[in-house]
Antibody, heavy 120, light 107 residues
Framework: QVQLQESGPGLVKPSETLSLICTVSGDSITDYSWNWIRQPPAKGLEWIGYISDSGSTNYNPSFKSRVTISADTSKNQFSLKLSSVTAADTAIYYC??????????????WGQGTMVTVSS | DIQMTQSPSSLSASVGDRVTITCRASQSINNYLNWYQQKAGKAPKVLIYAASSLESGVPSRFSGSGSGTDFSLTINSLQPEDFAIYYCQQTYTIPYTFGQGTTLEIK
């Protein structure tokens, strides 16, 4: 079955760049759109952005120009880079597959999440 | 951004009860509305997509309804494993946004 696994440093210093990778198994990243979502401790979910099956990206404007999502089709991975982090970026970061399209868009498969703490 | 407002923020119920959680969008989102369940320490899991379509493998006691701005998730005959946090999500427009969550607790 399809599985997603996030990986990356659990601790990032303020003003530095947070970098995470999501490794997809059981599916090709060229077949769906792939998303990043985060959840600060004891808070709700915030969508960060996605990369589509064609490689186009779309980001949450609240992250302005700090975010970049890219894909490595040879490794069946996609990644998140978030620059100039602050303590407010401390959260569990999830990757998720978006299935459907149009009115049937849904995040149907999620990774287990990885906790990233921003602290000096 | 489209704001998604869930009510109530929390509720207590007993095994066997029927509960309904509502979600209101700040503008019409047709039926671009999904419901997720999140248990402690776990990733969210989709229950309902497109407002009323039951995700494969999800028990039939879960149902969704609504269109436009007002939606609801109903759970019939609550089971012990249903006590969790529930989120609605709109995918009508970017940025995708989630409700603040509804915590369902055991009475």
């Amino acid at each position: 079955q399809v599985q997603l696994q996030e990986s990356g440093p659990g601790l990032v210093k303020p003003s530095e760049t947070l970098s995470l990778i999501c490794t997809v198994s059981g599916d090709s990243i060229t077949d769906y759109s792939w998303n990043w979502i985060r959840q600060p401790p004891a808070k709700g979910l915030e969508w960060i952005g996605y990369i589509s099956d064609s490689g186009s990206t779309n980001y949450n404007p609240s992250f302005k120009s700090r975010v970049t999502i890219s894909a490595d089709t040879s490794k069946n991975q996609f990644s998140l880079k978030l620059s100039s982090v602050t303590a407010a970026d401390t959260a569990i970061y999830y990757c998720a597959r978006r299935r459907g399209g149009g009115w049937q868009d849904v995040f149907d498969i999620w990774g287990q999440g990885t906790m990233v703490t921003v602290s000096s | 951004d489209i704001q998604m407002t869930q009510s109530p923020s929390s509720l207590s119920a007993s095994v066997g009860d029927r509960v309904t959680i509502t979600c209101r969008a700040s503008q019409s989102i047709n039926n671009y509305l999904n419901w997720y369940q999140q248990k402690a320490g776990k990733a969210p899991k989709v229950l309902i997509y497109a407002a009323s379509s039951l995700e494969s493998g999800v028990p039939s006691r879960f149902s969704g309804s609504g269109s436009g701005t007002d939606f609801s998730l109903t759970i019939n005959s609550l089971q012990p494993e249903d006590f969790a946090i529930y989120y609605c999500q709109q995918t009508y427009t970017i940025p995708y946004t989630f409700g603040q969550g509804t915590t369902l607790e055991i009475k």
